[in-house]
């Protein structure tokens, strides 16, 4: 733990919360002299560890956004919400190449309807990637995707179906977090082994709202930009912020699957959230690390470029990520937004 004590002076310790609760399937990776010796070998290889570290790290340069801030768009780049085009979704998920099962959860819901009632498109998308030991996982991921999906569909979804415009008394964001903290106290009480990091976005006509913990990611692809909207909660993550390592170093670190934030492995947990106005024609993905660990930025702005339905495109991104090796569990959810 003397790297913790060197890179978060005035830190404390990062504090063990214990084997099973932090470990998620890996396959065996080559550690070099200075790191902790190999894990022998056993269902749960490669372990995924969370850590405790104190305060919020600032922002990467990833085009993340600040809690809150809404990225303005001419009027010109707005999408037409009264017309008959909507949102299309394609989800996929898989076991891999190598896992004996899949403990990533994935949620899709859309509802949409035109009529004097006006009520704009709404949907609901989670990915959530679970660990902690051959079952944990799988409860901890499906107990938070779950609980969030039935939390937020309760609180906003079904008032504002009713025209009770009391759903909007909260802020969306916060509601999204209360949503989560929520779910991640089942999960401590549940399952106490296990742990799950939970990516969310919510759509409102053409907003969209998010709310992210863990390694799981959010990206919007638009024209030729594919940009990352999530951060990383992880170890490698934090060291290439303080520019101890660079992003070569970062793809096969010894430590690359620790994790300092995740649900279900402390009581309480910071949420980050953020708010964005989504441009016309321009796609959504969430994702597990079981996708972008095995296929890089490029051929996923090629994929989803390439194929214009977007259950194809989730269909050939899992294809890719098993060609490469399929060494986790990989689960794909592509929003196609309208005009």
């Not at 010796?37 to 056993?42: D, E, F, I, R």
């Not at 898989?94 to 899949?102: A, C, F, L, Q, T």
């Not at 170890?235 to 520019?243: A, I, N, P, S």
Request: proline share 6%; hydrophobic share 35%.
């Amino acid at each position: 733990m003397d790297i913790f004590r060197r890179l978060f002076s005035n830190k404390p310790e990062p504090k063990n919360t214990g084997a099973a609760a932090a470990q998620k399937e890996q396959p065996p990776a080559s550690t070099p002299a200075s790191a902790a010796p190999p894990t022998p070998p056993s269902e749960n290889k490669g372990a995924k560890t969370t850590v405790e570290l104190e305060g919020r790290p600032a922002y990467a340069s990833t085009g993340t956004l600040a809690d809150g801030v809404t990225r303005p768009l001419p009027q010109d780049a707005l999408i037409d919400l009264k017309g008959n085009e909507h949102i299309a979704f394609g989800q996929v998920t898989d076991v891999g190449m190598v896992r004996s099962n899949n403990q990533d959860s994935a949620y899709s819901f859309f509802s949409t309807s035109r009529s004097v009632l006006e009520r704009p498109d709404f949907g609901l998308f989670i990915v959530a990637d679970g660990m902690g030991g051959h079952h944990d996982g799988e409860k901890a991921s499906a107990i938070a995707a779950r609980s969030v999906f039935g939390t937020l569909t309760s609180k906003v979804y079904v008032p504002m179906l009713a025209g009770d415009e009391r759903y909007n008394d909260v802020p969306i964001t916060e509601a999204m977090t209360e949503a989560i903290l929520k779910a991640n106290g089942e999960i401590v009480q549940k399952v106490p082994d296990g742990g799950t990091t939970l990516t969310a976005l919510m759509i409102i006509g053409d907003m969209a709202y998010m709310a992210h913990v863990g390694d799981s990611r959010l990206y919007l692809i638009h024209r030729d930009k594919l940009e990352q909207l999530t951060r990383d909660h992880s170890l490698v993550q934090r060291l290439l912020e303080l520019d101890q390592i660079t992003a070569d170093e970062a793809l096969d670190h010894p430590q690359k699957n620790v994790l300092y934030r995740a649900l279900g492995q402390n009581e309480q947990i910071e949420v980050d959230t953020l708010m964005r106005r989504l441009p016309p024609r321009s796609r959504v993905l969430l994702c597990s690390d079981g996708l972008w660990n095995q296929v890089d930025e490029r051929q996923i702005w090629e994929v989803v470029s390439q194929y214009p339905n977007p259950q194809d495109a989730c269909s050939e991104l899992v294809r890719r990520a098993n060609a490469s090796g399929g060494l986790d569990n990989v689960t794909v959810i592509l929003l196609q937004l309208p005009g």
